[in-house]
């Protein structure tokens, strides 16, 4: 834990005292978004302290042409670049002349923030005394609407404390706006038209390369004491920037309050001809509502996703409030409402990372959506993968693969790889295997088949060529060996048969195997139509199996473990209990060629392979690698502690998951690893819902069933949760006496709990 000034509460998150040492981090923890757009909680007026401006728009991005120091053949031309956009929350605030803002400000006095991620809305609340003496009472609301999904609200009031005053409101749209995260300090956007319609603002702007076109637009009223207040100003246009200046005299305690509906209409959506004219029937539908009706609406909404995604925990504040900011923040993210879309590790918080896809959200996401969500928003994710084979097709083409092998990108906006850091790039090729275990776990869980013959063979086999091709066969070993990569644990660069890879390789053909033979006998049209397309032959599978048949896995007998790579035991093996701390994190304090040389792990590699095939392997072999494996692992990577909490579970070392539990879900509040104020770790924080449901919950799917082994933190009195399997709806809530279930609907549906079978009937609470 590296911050503590969070407020403690199961819906909100708050923030009391103002703090410049915090402004960012503060930004990136309250930031908000819809699944088309999103912000960080920049502040409305102006700021002259340290900030990160950042608003995003969802799919929006620019191809950064690559720089490093040395070019090698095979590297992308660019990395994707999520891009700030035009701003549309700007209100300049003046008091009898002097501006708000708080970094010169001579006083600030009982500042909140509060992100309501019940109702989700997230307000802020302050007095100031300004440079000129005149005090005021500030309240500031502000949502992103899931209903329509194009606009945001701003709700600003200011109260007079110290006199009469007059106040200045000029709110503004901004298209002069720069990225934190650039290569070549290029410009990402071009503004094209600058314009008004009475009180109407637009900016029209397009990206430079990708030529997204955008309108930024905005619509505000002003309140006088709660009354309209007809508005008569003209509007102050330049280069980049649209804006209006609304001025209104009010008393002492007396309040003036002007509320802002702004947003976006894009190319993506729309004809790049007619994005103003769909700016205004945006404005025109949310204006007519109104502020209270559409933010009653966002009420709603929401009352809706918790409906289903919602867990509970009783007895533990913090954990409480972990989970519901994990859960929120990937709602926020992705609702799969657009298949063209998908979940960026940073999701609308910062710019880190670039791209929109990573192997994170087949590894760890779509868990948590197939179970909180219709299976349709899963199946949308696996779309994506389908939709980009021919884009994976030529990223393994440019390395040198041939007859349609498959490598699918490590990053990526629209399915070409677009990440350049060599040894992820073209080493961390486990990403292929990902893909291939989501098509597997989408199926085990949904029971929904109709993917693999539609779609999924075509990506499996194209994955199955590159893994053939990729493995060389070592005459020394007499078995089949896969050089040059990076797993998961990124602190081990360009080794030799990284178990999990390995593993991922064997099974993914095996896997590909079994589903030919399976679309071949009961989807005799799609396997023609495959076989035709792919021009796969059994020469070819044949070759395929041999491969899987006969790879190579390190091992040591001594310690009787399967070993990360080749090699590993040859480190000096300094646990992690045994490093100064003075030293963590690592990644901030050493060399890499310290890190490169260490036995440190930055995430689960080998224990990652145990999570995903569980029951390949004995419990016995599990406790062994993880008493090995656990106390070399530094956790500086946000995919850890879930994958370390589950399996904790899994032995029953219940304070031992419940430490890593805490640690993913309140990695960001708590900002475990130093870089908050860059962005959350959104992908991450599915892991802290598998924590749960899969760790202290125990669920699992066991020949086509559900399957329960619960157990509880001895800090929780109780806790709850509901899973959609198969669309049959189950509630379960653990408490220290025992488990109960409720199952929705109108079927009859058997699960098994403790390794028992237990019926359960809707409409009754079955104990067990």
Known sequence: MNQDYIVPNVWSIIEEGFDKEKVKSSESLFSIGNGAMGQRANFEEH???????????????????????????????????????????????????????????????????????????????????????QEIEVHVTRFLSLDIDEVGAIQYNVKALSGDMEVSFSPYVDSGITNEDTNWDDKFWNTTKVSFDGQLGFIEAHTMKTNFATCTFMESKLFHNGKAVALNS????????????????????ESATLHKFGGYTVSRN????????AAKSVLEKVTTMGFDALLDKQKEAWAKIWEMSDITIDGDIKAQQGIRFNIFQLNQTYLGKDSRLNIGPKGFTGEKYGGSTYWDTEAYCIPFYMATKDQSVARSLLKYRYNHLEKAIENAKKLG???????????????????NEWEITFEEIHRNGAIAFAIYNYFRFTGDYSYIPEMGLEVLIGISRFWQQRAS???????????????????????????????LAKWCINYTLEQLGKVKDGYSDDYKRIIGMTKLTDKETEAWKKVADNMYFPFSEELDIYLQQDGFLDKELITVANLDRSQRPINQKWSWDRILRSPYIKQADTLQGFYLFEDHFTLEELEKHFDFYEPFTVHESSLSPCVHSIQAAKLDRMEQAYTFY????????????????????????????????????????????????????????????????????????VTEAGTSFDLEGTDEMSIRVNGKRVVLKAGETVSA
């Open 47 to 133: 700021y002259s302290g340290h900030t990160f401006q950042g608003s995003y728009i969802a799919g929006v991005y620019y191809p950064d042409k690559t720089r490093v120091g040395w070019w090698k053949n095979g590297y992308p031309e660019y990395f994707a670049k999520v891009i700030n956009a035009p701003s549309w929350i700007g209100i300049d605030v003046m008091v009898n002349g002097e501006a708000l803002d708080l970094n010169t400000c001579k006083k600030v006095a009982k500042y909140k923030r509060e992100l309501n991620m019940q109702e989700g809305w997230y307000k802020r609340s302050f007095t100031a005394t300004l440079p000129n003496g």
């Open 234 to 253: 003209e509007a102050s246009i330049e280069e980049n920037k649209v804006g209006f200046n609304y001025k209104v005299s009010i008393k002492k305690g």
């Open 270 to 277: 729309h004809e790049a001809s007619q994005l103003v004219n």
């Open 401 to 419: 693969f041939s007859n349609g092998a498959a490598l699918y990108p490590m990053v990526t906006m629209n399915g070409e790889e677009c990440h």
């Open 473 to 503: 066969f070592s005459k020394p070993k007499n078995k089949y060996v896969i050089l040059g990569v990076t797993g998961p644990n990124e602190y081990e660069n360009n080794v030799n048969n990284n178990w999990y890879t390995n593993y």
């Open 662 to 733: 805490l640690r993913t879900s309140r990695l960001d509040l708590d900002d475990y690893n130093k870089e908050v104020e860059e962005g959350l770790h959104i992908t991450s924080m599915a892991g802290t819902w598998m924590s749960i449901v899969e760790g202290f919950g125990g669920m699992r799917v066991v020949d086509d069933k559900l399957s329960f082994t619960p157990r509880i933190p001895k800090q929780w009195k109780a806790y709850s949760f509901k899973v959609n399997f198969r669309n049959r709806i189950l509630k379960v809530k």
